[in-house]
Every structure is written in structure tokens, then in C-alpha cells.
């Protein structure tokens, strides 16, 4: 589960809570905004090289499979 993965992280010390990539300070909610705005994955991480391709895969992985079980 994402929750307790190791691509994410979430502290009331990091962000004021906001979940996080592991090890960085940018929040998931960019990602999602990047994509929805129709930007790739490059110009996102060119945008934040503190967080690496292997992250944001295997996040819209999981997200994915999350996404399909609870249809399923």
C-alpha cells in the first residue's frame, strides 16, 4: 500500500503533514498537477531532480493497482 511505502512519507514535520516523495520535500499533489496539466514525467523531474524516475513509477504503479482493485 502507498501508505506505508517507501516512495511516500508523511510527518508534521515535512510540509506541515502533506504526504511527500521519500527523502525530498515535494509534495505527491505536484506530480499529479504536472500530469493533469498535460507535462510529462521529464519536465517534472526536471523541475525536482531530488526525486527520481524509480519514485514516480513505481507511485503511478501502485496508484494504478489501487485504482483497479477497488473497481474490481
Given at each position: 500500500m502507498l501508505n506505508d511505502s517507501l516512495i511516500i512519507?508523511?510527518?508534521s514535520e515535512i510540509m506541515g503533514g502533506t504526504p511527500?516523495?521519500?527523502g525530498t520535500r515535494v509534495p505527491i499533489q505536484t506530480l499529479?498537477?504536472?500530469?493533469k496539466a498535460g507535462e510529462s514525467i521529464d519536465d517534472?523531474?526536471?523541475?525536482?531532480?531530488?526525486?527520481t524516475r524509480e519514485q514516480v513509477i513505481v507511485?503511478?504503479?501502485e496508484a494504478?493497482?489501487?485504482?483497479?482493485?477497488?473497481?474490481?
Open positions: 512519507s508523511v510527518s511527500v516523495f521519500r499529479l498537477d504536472y500530469l517534472f523531474l526536471d523541475g525536482f531532480p531530488t526525486v507511485f503511478l504503479e494504478g493497482k489501487q485504482l483497479i482493485s477497488m473497481a474490481a
